[in-house]
């Protein structure tokens, strides 16, 4: 069977704090202009791994083929043009090129036929997705655009939640339930090559609800790159009002470590034991 090509376009993201919307930079190289949001990179050691790939991946009988851009200069290459079968970000083969083209290459890009970032690889600044339009996100957002957005989430809504996602692939994210809204801070280090991710509940330091025992409702959550259902603790006091919602969205957007006012609950029992 014949698998469809996708063309993708990898690029680096300048060391700076200018916007770099994905299409906007598409539209910028497709005219042969760089985008200040982007810079040049020495492609020369990502050519010679993606010739070890690609040969493996032929073997296979998959077409790979790429192109630098300019051609003349691989050590000051604007982005790199790849034709390859579609790569899935979860799981596989997909799973490891993802990791391999941030974390080892220090790149991120565009997928053509999606019109949009290669999904896994990081914005410039962020991203923000309602649970509704999940694979529709809004790139670089600013301060301001919070309470519109999260003012569109309703518990009646088919996936009422939303995740804000920075450069360093830490998010936040919040549940929106009939009676309050639940916020979990997300933050993922690579050491050595393996994910170590650690993941908060936000709740109310109210002692009078301590020692309520807690009720359990079973989630879908995608760990370590797999869909598992989950069983979660529920708190009383983790359900929060819409301005402790944004309160908490605004300091993750500023870079500011997660807010002392809230007790932060670890989940990493719950998201290691599936149901």
Not at 170 to 181: D, L
Not at 221 to 243: A, M
Request: hydrophobic share 35%; glycine share 8%; charged share 25%.
């Amino acid at each position: 069977m014949t698998l469809s090509i996708n063309t993708y376009y990898l690029w680096k993201w300048a060391d700076n704090d200018l916007s770099g919307k994905p299409s906007e930079v598409f539209s910028r190289l497709l005219h042969g202009q760089m985008h200040p949001a982007i810079q040049s990179f020495d492609a020369r050691p990502i050519l010679r791994g993606l010739n070890g790939i690609a040969a493996k991946r032929r073997a296979l009988g998959e077409e790979w083929d790429w192109q630098i851009q300019p051609d003349a200069a691989p050590n000051r290459a604007h982005f790199l043009f790849l034709r390859c079968p579609a790569i899935a970000c979860c799981g596989g083969f997909g799973e490891y090129f993802i990791d391999l083209v941030e974390h080892q290459w220090g790149l991120s890009g565009y997928a053509e036929q999606k019109g949009s970032l290669i999904q896994g690889l990081p914005p410039k600044l962020n991203s923000f997705a309602l649970g509704d339009f999940f694979e529709e996100p809004q790139f670089d957002i600013s301060e301001s655009d919070l309470p519109a957005l999260l003012g569109q989430i309703h518990p009646e809504a088919r996936c009422p939640f939303a995740i804000l996602s920075n450069r360093a692939n830490h998010y936040v994210q919040c549940y929106v339930r009939r009676n309050g809204i639940q916020v979990e801070w997300h933050k993922c280090r690579h050491i050595d090559g393996a994910k170590d991710c650690l993941q908060w509940r936000a709740g109310y330091r109210n002692q009078r609800h301590d020692k309520c025992k807690p009720k359990f409702i079973s989630e879908q959550r995608t760990v370590d790159g797999e869909s598992r259902i989950i069983k979660f603790q529920q708190f009383p006091q983790e359900q929060l009002r819409f301005g402790d919602v944004l309160h908490i969205f605004q300091t993750f957007f500023c870079g500011a470590p997660r807010p002392t006012r809230y007790r932060w609950r670890n989940l990493k029992h719950e998201l290691d034991v599936e149901v």
